[in-house]
């Protein structure tokens, strides 16, 4: 997932929702051990995925690498699902992508929902078929 550090409790509760169906998530704020360089953990990361979501926020545009994370995946053609919170819609090239909706302050928008479509979304892939 790509997000703003502004955004990492987000992040975390659909990494852990994620995880409890059984897929591995990398979020950099938890997963990079000290003393490692950080930028060369994200590229492997980036390189190896399946899937990226971008978290797209008011906080989004202003990180210094979520474009560049977005870019980088772009270019290799991974399977991008953007998650577009309180109507931020994914701009540039991701703009591409139909983003899932999420709004935060509505109280009937509960983050299970949001893990329901992104999973949805993955399972109407064939490339990831056989996962299922």
């Known amino acids: 997932?790509?997000?703003?550090?502004?955004d990492k409790i987000l992040a975390g509760k659909i990494k852990a929702s994620l995880v409890f169906y059984g897929f591995e998530v990398f979020l950099?704020?938890?997963?990079i051990r000290p003393s490692l360089e950080w930028q060369d953990v994200i590229l492997q990361n980036l390189?190896?995925?399946?899937?990226?979501?971008p978290i797209v926020t008011k906080s989004f545009k202003n990180s210094k690498w979520t474009d560049q994370e977005?870019?980088?995946t772009l270019a290799r053609g991974k399977k991008i699902i953007p998650l577009a919170v309180d109507n931020k819609l994914p701009y540039g090239f991701l703009s591409s992508k139909q983003a899932i909706r999420y709004?935060?302050?509505?109280?009937?928008?509960?983050?299970?929902?949001?893990i329901d479509k992104i999973i949805e979304?993955?399972?109407?892939?064939?490339?990831?078929?056989s996962n299922y």
């Open 121 to 129: 979304e993955i399972k109407k892939d064939q490339k990831f078929e």
């Open 103 to 114: 709004n935060v302050s509505q109280k009937n928008n509960d983050i299970t929902q949001i």
């Open 1 to 6: 997932m790509s997000y703003s550090s502004s």
């Open 47 to 53: 390189d190896s995925t399946d899937i990226f979501i």
């Open 70 to 72: 977005s870019g980088y």
């Open 28 to 31: 950099a704020h938890e997963d």
